[in-house]
């Protein structure tokens, strides 16, 4: 069941949703301040935001970019303000849709559906997997049994080439060209230390191999 947050300090307008979307099959939590709602969204991270731009405190499009900062959780903005200035407003911050008041919970329902889709298939295409390895290339951050594991960018990028070339060689030059950004790659083993620091961090000496020293690939 996906998660909705929605910040949206009119009473009449939140719980009339909260209900709507409940009997929608969403879980919906309630708050009339991002104040009120920042411990709750930093605990259970919410599938997605519904957020009016006229708050007390700190308004739509401040909050908007606190979130947008650190998550790319989607945001769908609820506002009385349509002009054309608005609107790039809004999407400039990383808001994902906007709907302008008044609006029906059906066109609302609507939009979260559109938006969660796309957020869905998004993450999707952002996320490699082989075995129990999983790569974000929007994040970059890569995970092994589900434990995030730090790499150095020129690992990440490396580990990443050789899964998505899927058991295809990849050669030294390739990664001393294009990841490293060597031309004299012919007596530089920076790739090998590289090699040898993935395989520690992934805790598997065999899943790349190596062949004459000059290409690499996965042991599929």
Known sequence: MHKILIIEDDFWISQSLKLYLENSSYEVFLYETWWWAKEFFQKILPDLVILDINLPEKDGIEVCKEIRAEYEIPI?????????????????????????????????????????????????ENILK???????????????????????????????????????????????KDI??????????????????????IEDKDMIVTIRWEWYRLNK
């Open 130 to 176: 082989f075995k129990n390895i999983e790569i974000d290339t929007s994040r970059m951050t890569v995970k092994v049994n589900g434990h995030e594991v730090v790499m150095t960018k020129n690992e990440f990028d490396i580990l990443k080439k050789i899964i998505e070339e899927d058991g295809q060689i990849v050669s030294r030059q390739t990664l001393m």
């Open 76 to 124: 769908i903005m609820l506002t009385a303000r349509n002009s054309e200035i608005d609107k790039i407003k809004w999407f400039e911050t990383g808001a994902d849709d906007y709907i302008g008041k008044p609006f029906s919970p059906r066109e609302l329902l609507v939009r979260i559906q559109s938006v969660l889709r796309r957020s869905h298939k998004e993450k999707r």
């Open 180 to 201: 490293i950004g060597y031309s004299d790659y012919l007596f530089d083993r920076t790739i090998d230390t590289h090699i040898k620091n993935i395989r520690r961090k």
